[in-house]
């Protein structure tokens, strides 16, 4: 009971003998409304979430959240909640605004039949700012309503992201994925494995400009520059080249441990390559549309990607660009092309 001895209010608490003066009571009970408002503002973030979830579920006909996002950074974030659908033009600019002023981010990609949509950044560690400091809070361009993000794999985005115009209505319902023979590895290689590689490039150089009067062997074709190993290629006949054009008749040491890779990553396609080609793009460098000889080429080629992360388009010949599939090729990835692909 309150006992007043010219001090201020003393509450005995019997039990644990606990001794609180009123102004401790008021801030424990100040504290407590504090703490069920968080947990209400929880509940509801998570219900909203789980809600965002099921809806793009259920679009894509699929079960298990992991098939469509990834706990790994990557450069695209899937914003669950905010679709195309919603506002049209609107949501697009909105978005924009909110990733705007976040370092390396490039655009945003939205499907007008989908109740999600895409911010893509120019790389993994710039996307995980942004998601950081933007994900689950009060977003002030949708009225304060939290935005519910996520990672995807470069192979999801190209699946899920069939417009790659922002705002178009047109769509095309192939997929680009293994049924049309197109793998995709993440992290094939470690950083250290990265580094490595580039630095037997340069070795490579070194050695050969050496042995072969200052010639290291790289050839300018447009815009980037080539080095074969095994065969050349000859971009003119568009066929296995001069053998005095490659860098050696043989494929580096250095590469071997990878191409054993391949084969446990993706057993169905055990590859047993005879020509490795190092290609150098230059910052702005890229390449046009076009399809691998098949004259030259078996039916299989793989890719690894190093140094910064590059979009690959894909479309059939003829189609329309609104029919284009776009795939973010990241730093250390392999990428498997076969059959259609």
């Known amino acids: ?34 703490t069920r408002r968080v947990r209400a503002e929880q509940y509801r973030l998570s219900k909203r979430r789980n809600e965002a979830y099921a809806t793009m579920l259920r679009t894509e006909g699929v079960a298990n959240p992991a098939e469509l996002f990834s706990q790994n950074p990557c450069r695209t974030i899937c914003i669950v909640n905010i679709g195309y659908c919603a506002e049209g033009l609107q949501t697009l600019q909105s978005l924009e605004s909110v990733f705007r002023p976040y370092g390396g981010f490039g655009r945003v990609v939205v499907d007008s039949t989908k109740p999600y949509s895409f911010a893509i950044f120019d790389s993994a560690s710039n996307a995980e700012i942004a998601f950081a400091e933007i994900r689950d809070k009060p977003c002030a361009e949708f009225n304060n309503k939290p935005l519910v993000l996520e990672y995807v794999s470069p ?104 191409i054993e890779r391949m084969g446990e990553r993706i057993p169905s396609h055990t ?22 000889s098949h004259t030259a080429f078996t039916d299989t080629l793989a890719v690894l990607s190093m140094g910064t992360p590059v979009q ?19 730093p250390r990835s392999l990428l498997l092309l076969t059959g259609e692909a």
Do not use: C
């Open 1 to 34: 009971m309150p006992i007043t001895d010219g001090e201020a209010p003393v509450l005995f608490e019997f039990g644990d003998l606990d001794i609180i003066d009123a102004e401790d009571a008021e801030e424990s009970a100040t504290s407590k409304k504090h």
């Open 155 to 258: 192979l999801v985005f190209a699946r899920l992201a069939k417009d790659s115009l922002p705002g178009s209505t047109e769509a095309t319902s192939e997929a680009l994925d293994e049924s049309r023979g197109l793998f995709y590895v993440a992290d094939f290689i470690s950083e250290q494995e990265e580094q490595a590689i580039l630095a037997h490039i340069k070795e490579d150089e070194e050695r050969l400009s050496t042995t072969n009067g200052g010639s290291d062997k790289w050839h300018r074709v447009q815009e980037r520059y080539v080095k074969h190993y095994g065969h050349s290629f000859d971009y003119q006949t568009k066929h296995v080249g001069d053998a005095a054009k490659t860098a050696s008749q043989q494929l580096p040491l250095w590469s071997q441990p990878f």
């Open 271 to 292: 590859l047993e390559p005879d020509m490795l080609t190092i290609q150098r793009y230059p910052p702005g460098a890229g390449i046009s549309f076009h399809v691998d």
């Open 312 to 330: 690959m388009d894909f479309r059939k010949p003829g189609a329309p660009r609104a029919a284009q599939m776009s795939l973010d090729l990241e």
